[in-house]
Every structure is written in C-alpha cells, then in structure tokens.
C-alpha cells in the first residue's frame, strides 16, 4: 500500500514563530488532507488538498502531486497551535486514507 | 448541526467481553469509516462503508465487525476483547463525489481491556 512519512516528527516553537511541516508519499493519490489531533484527542480537518495551495488564516497548504509530497504552513504560531498534525492520503480506493505518523507541535511562551 | 457522534466516550472491558461502539451522522454523507489510534500512532482503518448495507474491510479488521443498515449509522462491534484491542476508536464520515470530500471525524472512545 501507499506510505506516507511526516517530518519533522517533533517540534517545538516559540509563540510568535512560523513553521512547515512536510508529508511525503510513494505513490499517485487523489485525495490529501491535513489534520490537527487538540491535545484533548479531537480530530479536526483542517485541508482537503490533492494539488495546489489553499489558505485558511495563519495556515496554508501546499501540495505538489506530481513530485508527492505536501506542506503544511503555520504562522505566527500560538499555543492553542499545540498537538498533532497528520497527513492523510488515498490512492484510489474509495476513499480510503492512509494516515501518517504525524508531527507533534508543541508552541510555549 | 451534532456532525458525527460516538459513544461511549470511555468503555473498561474485561477480557473476552464483547461491546458495541455507535457511531451516527446528521451530514447525509454516504461513506463511514472507523479507524483505531493506539498511543503515539497514526490512525489505522479497521472497516469502511461506502453506503447502507455496504461494508469493507480495512487495514485491520480482525476482532471487529460491522453493519451499516442506514445512512446515518454505523456501529462497530468487538467480539472477545483482547488486551490488544486496548485503543481509541475513531468514527468518521465522508460525503465521496463531492468537490470537497473533507473527512470528519467523532471525539472518540477509549477503550480499555484487561
């Protein structure tokens, strides 16, 4: 099946700072979408990606299907930032997604 | 507008119990997944559903089974707990063919066996 490989798998920022998180994957996918796990476990979709680049606020996303990989912006990070952000991609098959690891984000003070 | 609702949020099974785990959406969306979250892991999917009476298996279906006998449910049912199953449980839905198949996911349950 697809892999999917996140990095950085830990970071740590001051508030105020920016950062890009990156998702790699094997194969051709038709579906990419960016999450973010709270530290209390609830999962948001924040992108639904396949190609381009879209913005929503102090994040944006980037996704460049023909080279397979996919970034994830973050500016003028805050705390409530904190926690993890998975990529997610499916390759053709109903819409299954295929989860990475996931990089934890830890904004302080 | 509840979105995707699971419950219980937390459930202890001894071993060898059986459970059921519900999951129900209000967004009219015709895919259904539940995916299991071990501790610091990514989301692994156990079975899909692409519409009512319509299911799949996924990555790790082994211990599980489930029914979709309409849209807005689809509850997952363990049979034997075993300490391996020990895990957060994820529902989620889609609504597959639409411009923006953006997937939605429960708050969750933990489950604990012992």
């Known amino acids: 099946g697809i892999q999917v490989e996140q990095s950085p798998p830990d970071l740590i920022l001051q508030e105020g700072a920016n950062s890009t998180l990156r998702c790699n994957f094997s194969?051709?996918?038709?579906?990419l979408q960016w999450f973010h796990q709270n530290p209390w476990g609830q999962l948001i979709n924040l992108f639904y990606?396949?190609?381009g680049t879209k913005q929503n606020g102090r994040l944006s996303a980037t996704t460049v299907a023909t080279e397979r990989y996919s970034l994830l912006y973050i500016s003028s990070s805050q705390t409530t930032d904190s926690g993890v952000y998975f990529c997610?991609?499916?390759?053709?098959?109903?819409?299954?997604?295929?989860f990475g690891t996931g990089t934890r984000l830890q904004v302080t003070l | 507008n509840a979105g995707v609702t699971q419950t219980p949020k937390f459930r202890i099974l001894k071993i060898g119990q059986s459970m059921t785990l519900q999951c129900t959406q209000d967004?009219?969306?015709?895919?259904m997944y539940w995916y299991r979250q071990d501790p610091g892991m990514g989301l692994k999917l156990i079975y899909y559903?692409?519409?009512?009476?319509?299911?799949d298996k996924g990555e790790v279906p082994n211990g599980y089974n489930v029914s979709r006998s309409t849209t807005e449910d689809f509850p997952l049912r363990l049979e034997l707990a075993a300490p391996s199953q020990t895990s957060v449980y994820f529902c989620?839905?889609?609504?597959?063919?639409?411009?923006?198949?953006?997937?939605?996911f429960g708050s969750g349950t933990q489950l604990s066996v012992l």
């Open positions: 989620a839905s889609s609504y597959y063919g639409a411009w923006d198949e953006k997937l939605f």
């Open positions: 194969d051709s996918v038709n579906n």
């Open positions: 990606i396949p190609s």
């Open positions: 997610a991609v499916e390759d053709g098959t109903a819409s299954k997604l295929t």
């Open positions: 967004m009219n969306h015709n895919y």
């Open positions: 559903s692409v519409g009512a009476g319509i299911t």
